[in-house]
């Protein structure tokens, strides 16, 4: 067992489910825990078995970072900018995610690290069920998809067992203060512009991505998308130093391509088009990527076909929910930034009823101005509805909330319309999470 964690005084900042999975696995590593949150412990509903797990709780106050602290993990939803965390930085205290405590922790498997603007979620399940169809029950998917990587540490006792298989979504937020993770192989799907206040700058967001890459050795491998000017200008500026190999969709002087109805890689013909049931040119990039991983693991061309034959979506990523009256309803919840939304568009060719609103993060809506043309009419709700829907048309329609947004597209939308909610904003004016936006969204599309 790792013993560097051992009788430390550890603090971790932010609870939720990744500091739950930290909590837990420093608990095994005979750590001195305590938790900081923004709710009163009693607040809490795991408060019972913090208890039981020896935890201490202290409020965020100024006194509690001026503390001694032998080492800080933070949750991802903390600012890596926030007052808290350069307050700690300021006094020589290491600050880490649950990602790197997972990694410090655990003996030797293979990691898959994803990370960029849109796709991530897609890319990594893709990736995880080609590792599931190859290794079985040594397959696993987590990070920022739902399940934390300590919580996978700890359940398949990863301080024991090497030789596992992850698919891992790493986000900005995980990606800024890892110190030693080292992926077998990573990509940044691509560059585009979000998180911006949370980040302090677009600089420092895209800059975080880089970090996927850090500390990857000769042999390990970088999947470099050279169809995104971002993506290049930002790996010139920090420079890869691993082995990468090159995709694209549009140019087949790179070592994976398409053409003539097949998706080469390496040179190699691996899968037909036509055996790709995802819509969207976008989709053929997120799976070019997966096989690209799968094939530097060694997983054969049969199983790369079956896994991508019967691959039908990830949930809230423009995943259809059901057609009535001849109009067919798509919950894009996930898209919660501009860049994501345009790709929904792109998917379609007419005839769209286009939901936007929530959190207003700032976004410009300019940019999504050339991709409006197949939209008949745009739907404004929520906090930011209003600004949103109204900067893509000024004859949009504002409503309060989703439900109001739903009924209004049903009354309007005929016979060969598409109503989608892609929303190009978060969701923490109304819900918790996009999940629940989606499932919301889902809900009150079959009630109709």
């Keep these: 067992m790792n013993t560097y964690f051992k009788d430390k005084k550890v603090l971790v900042i932010g609870l939720a489910r990744s500091g739950m999975a930290a909590i837990k696995l420093l608990h095994k590593l005979e750590a001195n825990i305590t938790l900081t949150e ?24 100024d006194e509690t970072f001026m503390m001694d602290w032998d080492i800080v993990v933070k949750n991802p939803g903390v600012s890596p900018v926030s007052d808290i965390v350069k307050t700690l930085k300021e006094r020589n205290i290491k600050v880490i995610t649950e990602i790197e405590l997972a990694y410090m922790v655990s003996k030797p498997q293979h990691y898959v690290a994803i990370t960029g603007s849109n796709g991530k979620t897609t890319t990594t399940t893709i990736v995880y069920e080609l590792l599931k169809k190859a290794f079985k029950d040594k397959a696993h998917v987590g990070g920022n998809i739902g399940t934390p990587l300590c919580e996978l540490v700890n359940d398949y006792d990863l301080m024991n067992n090497e030789g596992h298989y992850i698919s891992l979504e790493i986000s900005n937020a995980q990606l800024v203060d890892i110190d030693t993770f080292r992926p077998d192989v990573s990509v940044i799907v691509n560059l ?141 919840s996930k898209a919660t930034n501009t860049d994501a939304t345009i790709t929904a568009l792109k998917a379609f060719d007419n005839n769209i009823i286009l939901l936007v609103g929530g959190h207003d993060k700032g976004l410009d809506m300019e940019c999504m101005l050339p991709y409006m043309k197949p939209v008949k009419k745009v739907i404004g709700f929520g906090e930011a509805g209003e600004r949103l829907a109204k900067a893509l048309d000024k004859n949009a329609t504002v409503v309060n909330n989703l439900q109001e947004a739903v009924n209004e597209a049903y009354s309007s939308a005929v016979n060969g319309d598409i109503v989608l909610l892609s929303p190009t904003t978060s969701s923490f004016d109304q819900y918790s999470c996009f999940e629940e936006r989606g499932i919301h969204f889902k809900t009150l599309v079959n009630k109709l």
């Design 38 to 61: 923004r709710k009163d412990i009693s607040e809490l509903k795991e408060k019972d078995e913090l208890a039981e797990l020896g935890v201490k709780y202290l409020p965020q106050r």
């Design 192 to 332: 585009s512009p979000d998180h911006i206040d949370f980040m302090g700058g677009l600089d420092k967001y895209y800059e975080s991505k880089t970090r996927v890459y850090l500390n990857q050795k000769e042999n390990d491998l970088f999947i470099y998308n050279n169809d995104d000017q971002t993506v290049h200008e930002y790996t010139e500026k920090y420079p890869v130093h691993c082995h990468k190999e090159t995709f694209s969709l549009d140019d087949t002087d790179t070592d994976s391509f398409i053409k003539d109805g097949y998706m080469y890689v390496n040179g190699e013909k691996v899968l037909p088009l036509d055996a790709v049931r995802l819509p969207g040119k976008h989709n053929l990039q997120n799976i070019i990527i997966s096989i690209m991983a799968a094939k530097y693991l060694g997983i054969s061309n049969e199983d790369i076909v079956d896994v991508i034959t019967n691959f039908k979506g990830v949930e809230h990523r423009i995943e259809f929910v059901r057609e009535m009256n001849g109009v067919r309803y798509y919950n894009d």
